[in-house]
């Protein structure tokens, strides 16, 4: 899909071509890829002819699959933080246990 000519790729998007200044020409190619699918899926379920509406529908399409991966993130950062401090309490209780302290 692009054609990569000094730091430049080329990209085709819901039948519009746009030059996309970067370092990674696949990392944009995959990113237009992605949008340009969801534009096509929406324009095929959305009786509308305008761009930019198909656009605006794929942008919050996306920004919802984003968010929703953002908070399934949050929780399992949450819970390693949750299961780390368990572990730490288990190791120093068997710290302890293995090392009892000298009678005074």
């Given at each position: 899909?692009?054609?990569?000519s000094?730091?430049v790729?080329r990209?085709?998007?819901?039948?519009?071509?746009y030059?996309?200044?970067?370092?990674?020409s696949?990392?944009?190619?995959?990113?237009?890829?992605?949008?340009?699918?969801?534009?096509?899926e929406?324009s095929?379920?959305?009786?509308?002819v305008?761009?930019?509406?198909?656009?605006?529908?794929?942008?919050?399409?996306?920004?919802?699959e984003?968010?929703?991966?953002?908070?399934?993130?949050?929780?399992?950062?949450?819970?390693?933080?949750?299961?780390n401090?368990?572990?730490?309490?288990?190791?120093?209780?068997?710290?302890?246990a293995?090392h009892?302290?000298a009678?005074?």
């Open positions: 899909m692009g054609i990569e000094g730091g790729t990209v085709k998007i819901f039948n519009q071509t030059d996309i200044r970067a370092d990674d696949d990392y944009v190619e995959r990113l237009a890829g992605l949008v340009d699918e969801r534009m096509l929406i095929k379920l959305t009786p509308t305008d761009s930019l509406k198909v656009a605006i529908l794929a942008a919050l399409n996306i920004a919802d984003l968010l929703a991966v953002q908070e399934k993130l949050g929780r399992l950062e949450t819970g390693i933080d949750e299961q401090a368990r572990l730490a309490s288990c190791i120093e209780n068997l710290a302890e293995s009892p302290e009678p005074e």
